[in-house]
């Protein structure tokens, strides 16, 4: 009684979305980031054929940011990265979103190299209504871009497919879910090398590190595992958790990311080695 | 003192000369027959959700009182959007002065035809079945598997070894009434056990028609990303049929 009456009281804490999200629900923020996605053209980036991928999530910025600061000269000051995942919640509360988007754009010398970060929302972006403050500035929660190698975009040069889902809201919603089926359909057979779905929402549940979030629910479990599954999928990236966790279901690794908020005492990051085949490693961004 | 140590035994005890069952609820929801006989029960559900999007069901349970106090279930539902469930509970029950406790080991196996997978879950469970409220908390376990898995492959199954599972029902009318009706609140239902933080709402309401006969009009409501603090709808069940009473 004394949690619930402390998270009622405590500012940080939609408590109205608790019973209605305040931000648009999943199929309007689907619809909105599909007419978002028509407006600008697909993005398919050059690369090396190995490449180096930097993972975040759950920054949770309140008035400090000294983790992800330090996260992003990580990621600028490195070599071969390319780019950057983003798995959600990168603010905790609201009115937060100005300095901690000012990070994602860190200037100085190293502004003109390693500059790209793909964003996926979390429940934290959209609470208190502010999912249009996420779209004005991120433009898409659901999207697809591709890699590939040598100087043309063809078949032949494709290397790896990156889809991003919208689980915000704890489900993908029924447009979401048939827009996933058919773009792994048209996808599966394209010859990519692999497929990584990122997202915010973790699917599986092994532990209670997780504290009160919630996962998405059984049937959307069954339906995205197999889906997954079927299509080839090399690993499902994600976040929300706040604790590590690396599973397996299928031939899909399924890796959530820890957190990497100030308040924790071991915030993380992860970097991805992307070749012919896909090593991680965990790398504690304070000392 | 001694008065009122004898007036705080007479009270304790009153229930027990008073109170004789006759048309109990079913265990601790209002399902089947309490009291030790056997019945059977029909029912046909209309489901949405998100991701099945609509579909129809049938449901059948059979309630056995095996022994005085100890009662097994076993229910088994198609759903069309091509699910299969059955589930088997063996609930001893013990009456107190005050309501009953009762125990319950619940098996639940999904086969979920349409994703070729299988949702296994094995539940200990302990409650309190009062005439106007029942009370139960527990655990359970799941393994969740793939019919088409590779062996000899990196290819997995996965486990969640702890969840809890809770129930709460309130009930408008006592057990011993021809009629009743409850809502409830719990991350278990006759045909699936979610995270524990995915908590279902659920109505349910009988009618006695006679000895033999029992109708019943049930509901459940999921809303999902409650604890993500952006809940929002994701599914709904409405079943209605009946009961009969050997």
Redesign the interface.
Known sequence: MLSVLFATCNPNYDMIGMFNGTSPEIADRFQESLRYNASVPVVHMQMPEEYRLFICTDSHIDSTHYALERFIRAYKADTNPHMCLYLGDLINAQAHFDHADSILHLDGVMTSRNDTVFMTCGNHDIYFNQWHIWQQLYGSSTYWFDTYTGTEYKKENLLDLYICLDTAEGTLGTDQMKWLRKLLNEMKDKGYRHIIVFTHTHLFKQDNSQGHTSNLSMEETYELTHLLTDAGVSCYLCGHDHSREVTGYGNVRYITVDSSTDAEPYPFYMVMEVGENMTYEFFRLFD | MRKSILLLGLLLSFPIMAKQYLSLDGGHDLRGFGEERYSVSLMAEYGY?????HMGNVDIYAHMPVVKNVQIDARMQYCSANVLTGAIVLRPTFDLPVGQLFAETEVLYRG?L????S?FCAALSVGWRFDYVSVQIGGFARV?D?WD??WH???????????LLYRLEVFCRPQTNNWNISVGLSNKEDW????M??PMFLFGSRYDIDEHWRVHLDGQL???????????F??AYVRAGFSYRF
Not at chain 2, 153 to 163: A, C, I, L, M
Not at chain 2, 192 to 195: G, I, L, S, T, V
Request: a negative charge.
């Open positions: 959700n998100r991701t099945w999007e979920v349409r994703n070729r997978m949702d969740l793939s898995r590779d492959s990196e290819d997995k199954y996965e486990t969640e070894p702890f969840n699936q056990m979610e995270r933080w995915q999921k809303i999902t990303g409650m604890f993500h603090l952006n809940a929002t994701y599914a």
